[in-house]
């Protein structure tokens, strides 16, 4: 797997020091016969009560230990700095390919798959990721199975089987990887731009690698060349492990030095400077067009600058980018979102460990495309408006106070995110700033930055605008992607070089979301569980105040119900409408309240809008008050619903670029949930919504509302009070209570099978294919909790490893509202998706014999390790107001459904899961729904025959054919 991947999972930490900087305890261990004494304290927060220890292996292993005694679930990541930049030009993807191998099998633990077998059964999860100079790999598991998990982990590292056997399927695992992503924009664009750049450079390679990259030659095995790369790049040396568990450091400390301590150390060290320069003088002052598939075009302006790494206590480039991408009035953002000129702008910093690469990406608006010139001149007005009087140490002051605030109070987050943000921390920076290197901004550079500001200039700038309408002879072969680049004229360059500041753009000022008050409030009654705390026609509202995680901060989630679009696709597209023109008008006060800290969201579904907010409580209800105000004032501009509805209009059109995965996933619940409309559908009518017809029905969508609301944390009940009463007031007649529309889902008789085939232009095929229950009890969704759980490791394996029928194979628990469900999904270069399913049946009537051979014993295990992710400690007011308020959603007032499902797990015996499973899956009684589309390498299958299936292929059809 790429890193790239590995963003699914989100690593939340936010770090840095401060004047009352606290550190972590020092717990060095006694000097072993492989350990060097530590002398180094990793710095916390005054509220992290986690101990930490580093120590440097003999074998120079670098290690971070972390003892959190509240901590349920235990972690491990090991970071190799080495990544798919080190493979060698005629082995393209073989750092990739070496990261995949490595999964199968080692000399101690020889059976392919029992490393994630273990993981999965202990209630885990695990990963890899090649990145250009870093691959990481990762688990997480029940605390007390930490041990075992580190012993099978470290051999990863020491004796990896390179199993012959496997050699082939990992190639094709690679290979399916590629082709999930041939038709994938970014990916495209990414390598297209490899080819403008020194083709000397390592950092143009494909980077994934394929059949014919990983293949054997005449001469060279790629057994032979994985096990050498291998041998040469994975050195004790290069690498950084953190671990996380609920055991003191000393204890994790000598779990490491007995199981990591014989990874070899061969002296490898990168040698980054003997790298040639990333782009030649005829690469940089250009312009580079690559052709898109999906109808958006964005323009990309790139720099190549120096590592800036070695300046973390300075910060330049976090300061300039900061300024660069900030929304405010009169920033870069306002300027070009007044003129109707951009959808989106943000800008990310990265590279090699040579060089930094800062590229501001724009999504263009259509009048933005075609002004293109106009767009970069402004880029360069605001710059030089950074340039000439930007560099302040005020504004330093303030980011380094955000940073600050936001390290001393973040919330907690998974074990593995702490793990693998640590790891990758300590390739780049010293281990005492290993977790709050965010947050180090010592020292105020002003020559610093304007050194780095010297280098963004028109005559070194590259760039990249990508829309469907560029065409060129000259392509990248492997995404059959054109691309064009030349030369910027010079009078471009004279006339961005000579620009002058505009009249319309001014630097930040202060923010007015930074909370002053930091304080935990004094409660006279401490709740612990949900109460109903202000009732009043139409308003409900519930709050907690346990704030058990001892932050001053608070999380609230309201619903407003409403059933004016319940019945009328006009209306639910109209309503789609408004939440985005909503979102675009506070662009500037989200964008504000995020950097402060405050987290806001407005979204519709089938039964009304959500509005979510949550950080520093005294923030909360001004940012909700703003919300509301703007939902209700219904002052609309002609000019910001004719950009929004474009924007729209081409968002729909795109979804027919999604993967095939992802199309037929949406499929399925279009026909799964009654009242939701496909994009199909909405483009169809958007197309017919005039301004007009927007501005005079959107202020109806609220006419009758009923709020439903939690609210949570560091608050009083006297607050939650207020809140209602000002809502009660904004809200006035329009409240009405007892209007909450149902859900409507699909409801399938015993028996039927029903499949909605996709059109989608791919050469794979995909195959969803979920079963229903016929009951909302929760012993119900026990039973098909605890099937998912004894079974989604074993469909993986079967079909993912060692059948290597697709890349993206998975069993989940799917519920259709309250009555449970069982999906297996798949998307698969190698076979028609009538084949896929008959694959799937022959691996679930297989399972009955697996499960009744189960002992009790082994039985057991599996429920506790079940029980350890439903049971787990809840790390944050995030997690914990998402489990209450979908309890609230389902009028589960007494707020303890996770709580029955516990009880309803640890008491059911085997024989009742078998008993559902060969009902609700097996039998000829099962319910199930299915969505597939025919990938273009499969339309010639000559085993499939249309008539023997009950299909469709219209929106709702399955609800037509069950009717």
Not at 756 to 772: A, G, I, P
Request: charged share 25%; hydrophobic share 35%.
């Amino acid at each position: 797997m790429t890193l790239k991947k590995l963003t699914t999972l989100k690593v939340s930490l936010v770090a840095a020091i401060s004047t009352s900087l606290l550190t972590a305890c020092a717990t060095t261990a006694q000097k072993g016969d492989n350990v060097q004494q530590a002398a180094t304290t990793v710095n916390k927060s005054h509220l992290d009560e986690r101990q930490y220890q580093y120590q440097t292996l003999e074998n120079g292993l670098k290690v971070i230990v972390v003892s959190d005694p509240e901590a349920d679930k235990a972690a491990a990541s090991l970071v190799v700095n080495i990544g798919h930049l080190a493979d060698p030009k005629d082995r393209e993807g073989l750092s990739h390919y070496l990261e995949h191998m490595l999964f199968l099998g080692t000399k101690k633990y020889p059976e392919v798959g029992e490393y994630g077998k273990f993981i999965s059964q202990h209630g885990g999860t695990h990963n890899a990721g090649t990145g250009m100079e870093n691959t990481s790999y990762f688990f997480q598991i029940d605390n007390n199975q930490l041990e075992p998990a580190l012993d099978r982990f470290s051999r990863f590292f020491i004796d990896p089987l390179f199993d012959p056997k496997y050699v082939q399927k990992e190639r094709n695992a690679v290979h399916s990887e590629y082709k999930l992503k041939v038709k994938d924009d970014a990916r495209r664009l990414h390598e297209a731009v490899k080819q403008t750049a020194n083709q000397e450079h390592p950092m143009t390679q494909f980077s994934v690698g394929n059949l014919s990259t990983l293949s054997n030659t005449d001469s060279r095995k790629i057994l032979e060349d994985v096990k050498a790369h291998h041998k040469k790049y994975y050195s004790a040396g290069i690498m950084s492990l953190v671990v996380v568990g609920n055991y003191p450091t000393d204890k994790l400390m000598s779990w490491v030095e007995s199981k990591f301590s014989d990874i070899p150390n061969n002296g490898y060290e990168p040698e980054h400077a003997k790298r040639p320069v990333p782009y030649l003088d005829s690469q940089q002052g250009v312009k580079i067009g690559v052709q898109t598939l999906e109808n958006k075009r964005f323009l990309e302006l790139r720099f190549a600058l120096p590592k800036a790494t070695e300046h973390f206590r300075a910060k330049p480039l976090n300061y300039i980018s900061s300024l660069l991408t900030y929304r405010s009035k009169g920033s870069l953002y306002d300027y070009l979102k007044s003129k109707g000129y951009i959808k989106n702008l943000y800008d990310y910093v990265y590279g090699p460990d040579d060089f930094s690469r800062l590229i501001v990406n724009i999504e263009l608006t259509n009048d933005g495309y075609e002004n293109t010139d106009k767009v970069v001149e402004a880029f360069f007005a605001y710059l030089k408006l950074i340039k000439e009087d930007g560099v302040k140490e005020s504004i330093f002051d303030e980011m380094k106070l955000i940073a600050d605030t936001k390290f001393e109070y973040q919330s907690k987050t998974q074990p593995a995110n702490l793990a693998r943000a640590l790891a990758g921390n300590m390739q780049y920076y010293p281990a005492e700033h290993a977790l709050d290197i965010s947050r180090v901004y010592d020292q105020f550079d002003p020559e610093l930055i304007q050194q780095f500001l010297s280098h963004i200039t028109p005559e070194h700038l590259r760039l990249v605008v990508s829309a469907p309408d560029i065409t060129s002879d000259t392509k990248e072969a492997r995404y059959d992607v054109a691309y064009t680049m030349e030369p910027l004229s010079q009078q471009q360059i004279k006339a961005w070089s000579n620009v002058e500041v505009y009249d319309e753009m001014q630097l930040p000022e202060s923010n007015p979301y930074l909370a002053k008050d930091l304080s935990i409030v004094e409660k006279q009654v401490k709740v612990t569980e949900p109460q109903l705390a202000y009732e009043q026609n139409g308003v409900r509202i519930w709050f907690e105040n346990e704030n058990e995680f001892g932050l001053p901060k608070s999380a609230l989630t309201m619903r407003l119900y409403t059933p004016v679009f319940y019945d009328n696709d006009e209306l639910k597209v109209i309503r789609d409408i408004f939440v985005n023109y909503i979102n675009d008008q506070l662009a500037t006060e989200s964008y504000e309240a995020r950097v402060a800290g405050l987290s806001y969201s407005l979204s519709s579904n089938t039964r009304g809008f959500q509005i979510s907010t949550g950080g520093y409580s005294p923030k909360i209800p001004e940012l909700l008050n703003t919300v509301v105000d703007e939902m209700l004032s219904n002052q609309f501009k002609q000019d910001d619903f004719e950009r929004i509805k474009l924007n729209m209009i081409q968002s729909y059109q795109n979804s027919k670029f999604k993967r095939p995965i992802s199309q037929v996933i949406s499929a399925i619940g279009n026909e799964i949930n009654v009242q939701a409309i496909s994009e199909d559908k909405a483009l169809e009518i958007i197309k017919t919504i005039d301004f007009k017809t927007f501005s005079n029905k959107a202020p109806n969508l609220l006419d009758k509302v009923q709020l439903d609301a939690i609210y949570i944390g560091n608050i009083t009940e006297a607050a939650v009070q207020h809140l209602g009463q000002n809502l009660s007031k904004k809200l006035g007649e329009r409240l009405t209570g007892g209007i909450k529309p149902e859900s409507q889902v699909i409801g399938l008789d015993q028996g039927e099978e029903f499949i909605r085939e996709v059109t989608v232009n791919h050469n794979d095929s995909s195959l969803v294919w979920v079963f229903q229950g016929d009951s909302e009890d929760v012993e119900q969704e026990a039973t098909f909790q605890i099937m998912n759980h004894l079974l989604r490791h074993r469909f993986y394996d079967s079909l993912r490893t060692q059948q290597q029928y697709g890349y993206i194979v998975q069993m989940f628990n799917y519920n259709f509202d309250q009555t449970p469900g069982l999906g297996l999904l798949i998307q698969s270069p190698k076979a028609h998706p009538a084949v896929l399913m008959e694959k799937f049946d022959a691996f679930i009537q297989k399972q009955p014999e697996y499960l009744k051979g189960l002992s009790e014993k082994e039985y057991q295990a599996q429920i506790a390790g079940l029980l350890s992710n439903l049971d787990k400690r809840l790390d944050n007011l995030g997690d914990k107001i998402s489990q209450l308020s979908n309890d609230l959603y389902d009028d589960k007032y007494d707020f303890d459904s996770k709580e029955k499902l516990i009880a309803a797990v640890r008491s059911m015996p085997l024989s009742k899961v078998i008993e559902a499973y060969q009902h609700y899956v097996v039998s000829d009684h099962r319910a199930s729904i299915a969505a597939w589309n025919i990938g273009q390498a499969h339309k010639s299958e000559e085993s499939y025959q249309a008539e023997n299936y009950h299909l469709c292929k219209t929106d709702s059809c399955v609800q037509q054919l069950a009717d």
